[in-house]
């Protein structure tokens, strides 16, 4: 009889991305020839921004204040009548001479 194999996971190296460089040169022609310009962020005050909301504290997390709970009526039903008797109701155009 085999013997069954061992339940834990084998830990998997992470997997490792490689970084993207965007092609600024062919997207400077390209917007150029569309008869527009390629705008760049300034890459140091990208990272004073990021590193400055990184500073930024988190917001304390409140919780929601719940309504009470709605009181279930549990008396007798009522009736009521909601059309009316439109043969004794007197309209305006009822009374022009």
Do not use: C, N, Y
């Not at 061992?6 to 400077?28: H, I, N, R, Y």
């Not at 917001?59 to 008797?85: F, M, S, Y």
């Amino acid at each position: 009889r085999a013997s069954a194999p061992d339940a834990t996971p084998l830990a998997m190296p992470a997997a490792v991305v490689p970084t993207f460089e965007l092609p600024q040169a062919s997207l400077q022609a390209l917007a150029r020839d569309a008869g527009l310009e390629w705008v760049v962020s300034d890459p140091e005050k990208v990272r004073a921004a990021r590193e400055a909301i990184e500073r930024e504290p988190k917001p304390a997390h409140v919780p929601r204040e719940r309504p009470p709970a709605v009181e279930v009526d549990t008396g007798p039903l009522v009736l009521v009548e909601t059309r009316k008797d439109l043969a004794s109701l007197r309209l305006p155009f009822d009374t022009m001479p």
